[in-house]
Nanobody, 115 residues
């Protein structure tokens, strides 16, 4: 059974940092690009960072230079290092393959950036 489990969210002050982690089970991780998505209240879910199986990365303009995505193919995990956080980064963060599969959405992890 395919499962994605996100962790690492929390409350942080503007300018702070968080590191999110996603553990994947099954074959999803080994054969696919992976991505971090986020959904803020009242907004559509958006892709913020992606990484191919060859570790090529891509970022949304809003997070480029502040977020770094990485993957550990031996452990089937993908991480998102978030620095210089802003209030507009507040959202629930999810990982999924790229393009996403609606059957793979996990519970997500909440990130709140507030003073």
């Amino acid at each position: 059974q395919v499962q994605l489990v996100e962790s690492g969210g929390g409350l942080v002050q503007p300018g702070g940092s968080l590191r999110l982690s996603c553990a994947a089970s099954g074959v999803i991780f080994r054969n696919n690009a992976m991505g971090w998505y986020r959904q803020a209240p009242g907004k559509q879910r958006e892709l913020v960072a992606s990484i191919t199986t060859a570790a090529s990365t891509n970022y949304a303009a809003s997070v480029r230079g502040r977020f770094t995505i990485s993957r550990d193919n031996a452990k089937n995990t993908v991480a998102l290092q978030m620095n210089s956080l802003k209030p507009e980064d507040t959202a629930v963060y999810y990982c999924n393959k790229v393009p996403y599969d609606r059957n793979y959405w996990g519970q997500g992890t909440q990130v709140i950036v507030s003073s």
